[in-house]
């Protein structure tokens, strides 16, 4: 075969490879859009699709914000939620690379914890544990506050951690929650003086290029960014009050980042701390947050056969092949963050929706790596699952409308005016929340959360939404003709004012 003849076989070849790639792709859009189509009520998707140094698929669809008609694209940043925890779990590897960092050392050999009157709760927990969940250790007011009312200071926090921590009942067991990672947080803060998001832009977004990702919300705001807005809803997308601030953008839970930024991240983890050829981080740094340190079972995982644990990740088997992932959810958003390590497959799906959106999300991601691995059989049936979701979506719209019907027949059962109950009421525990009349109605604010509040039959109580789509109640006590304090959380808050 001449030179002129070899040219033309590779040529051929090349071209070939080409069109198998756009018809991948053109394949992943295509199930993308039929899914916005049939529903609706999730605004957009972003989606990130790769093999090995491949960009398979990178886009985003529909609406980032229908009211301003802008719409999704490659760069469009997504809230991750608790997909932050991989990101911070690969930076503390790093960290204990660079010998800033011992996972293994208990944290009482760090900054607050060395200074607490009484440690010796944490004396036999180390870093790993945190960031595993197997700590042992509990604390609802630290990361109530951290995710939602964004209300304290870094001295409240460390006041609340010292003094409200308390050790599980069924003690170093993996149990899946918040508290390690803003454990971690502060840890950094206190011992390195450092905190996490810049951390993060240093060790990792800017080393890889990842110009649309960050931990500030006021970043994203203060450079134009056209981030994705949360939507809520069953009948149709609504867009939810609840937007991050930088106070609730956390270290178990607090990054914004782009499909195009994901598909970066997703190259980097299957390629072993590479980025565009170069050699970035050691492998041996990333791996070692991949490797199963509990087993359990991922009972929401809808995608994969959730195996294990290890730092920030979890482990799992898909089609007979092992995947490392993790999802995140809050409210009016979901994110799917998974990779085929022998395979070197990746892929992330964003929404703006937290209901239908992580559905549809999970039944994209995997169609994507169906295309991906050529499986046309698995192909057929998530074709069908997209139709099958459409029941599942009209029994939970029925549940629903009755609930709200039920609802909506509730009276008022105050036995004060409304403007008894107006004032602050404060927790040390939880913080502070305030109440203000609205429309014969009264309004609750708690830091980062609204909510106005609902009839519920109970006597001196009323239903909030402070969290959309979570229903709570607050009951208030009422003595001598005057209301003194409020329950909460099953949490006791004093009147102030």
């Known amino acids: 075969m001449n030179s002129k003849t070899t040219m033309i ?3 051929a070849l090349l071209m070939m490879s080409l069109g198998f790639a756009q018809q991948k792709a053109e394949k992943i859009e295509q199930f993308a859009k039929k899914a916005l189509e049939m529903y609706p009520q999730v605004p957009s998707l972003g989606i990130a699709a790769v093999s090995g140094d491949e960009l398979v698929y990178v886009n985003g669809l529909g609406k980032a914000d229908i009211e301003n008609n802008i719409k999704a694209g490659p760069n469009t940043p997504f809230y991750i939620a608790s997909s932050t925890k991989s990101y911070v779990a690969i930076l503390a590897s790093i960290l204990a690379e660079e010998g800033k960092l011992d996972l293994d050392k208990s944290l009482n050999s760090y900054k607050p914890f060395n200074n607490f009157t009484d440690n010796s709760l944490f004396e036999n ?7 595993a969940h197997t700590s042992g250790l509990e604390n609802n007011y630290l990361t109530g506050r951290n995710a939602y009312t964004g209300d304290y200071t870094s001295e409240v926090m460390i006041n609340i951690l010292e003094n409200y921590t308390t050790a599980k009942e069924n ?6 929650d918040n508290l390690g990672y803003n454990i971690l947080d502060i840890l950094l803060q206190e011992e390195l003086g450092a905190k996490w998001q810049d951390l993060l832009d240093e060790k990792l977004f800017r080393p890889l290029g990842m110009t649309k990702s960050t931990a500030y919300i006021s970043k994203a705001d203060s450079e134009g960014w056209n981030k994705a807005w949360p939507y809520m809803g069953y009948d149709e997308a609504k867009k939810s009050y609840l937007m991050k601030t930088d106070k609730t953008m956390h270290a178990a839970g607090g990054l914004l980042t782009s499909p195009k930024d994901a598909a970066t991240w997703l190259q980097f983890n299957i390629n072993n701390g590479k980025h565009d050829g170069k050699k970035i981080y050691k492998k041996d740094i990333l791996t070692s947050t991949y490797k199963t340190i509990s087993t359990n079972e991922h009972e929401y995982s809808e995608v994969f056969e959730g195996t294990g644990y290890g730092l920030g990740w ?6 007979d092949e092992d995947v490392i992932y993790h999802f995140g959810g809050f409210s009016g958003f979901f994110s799917h963050i998974s990779f085929l390590p022998e395979k ?4 992330a799906v964003f929404s703006n929706h937290s209901s239908i959106g992580s559905r549809v999300s999970n039944i994209v991601a995997d169609y994507a790596y169906a295309v991906m691995m050529e499986n046309e059989n698995r192909q057929k049936e998530l074709e069908n699952d997209l139709n099958s979701l459409q029941t599942k979506v009209k029994k939970i719209q029925q549940m629903v409308a009755k609930d709200l019907e039920k609802r909506s027949k509730r009276t008022w059962q105050m036995s004060l005016d409304f ?8 927790s040390e525990k939880l913080g502070s929340f305030v109440v203000t009349p609205q429309d014969n109605s009264l309004k609750v604010v708690a830091g980062n959360l609204i909510a106005v509040a609902t009839p519920f039959p109970h006597d001196d109580t009323i239903r909030v939404e402070l969290v959309p789509g979570t229903g709570e109640v607050i009951q208030f006590k009422v003595e001598d003709g005057v209301v003194t304090k409020a329950f909460y959380s099953k949490e006791e808050f004093k009147k102030i004012k």
Do not use: A
């Not at 003690?171 to 899946?176: A, C, E, M, S």
């Not at 070197?344 to 892929?347: A, I, P, Q, R, T």
């Not at 403007?419 to 404060?426: L, R």
């Open 419 to 426: 403007s008894d109950y107006v004032g602050k009421y404060h």
């Open 9 to 11: 076989t590779l040529l």
């Open 171 to 176: 003690g170093k067991v993996f149990q899946y």
């Open 314 to 319: 979890r482990t799992g088997n898909y089609q």
């Open 125 to 131: 927990v180390t870093i790993r544990e945190l960031l």
């Open 344 to 347: 070197k497959l990746g892929v």
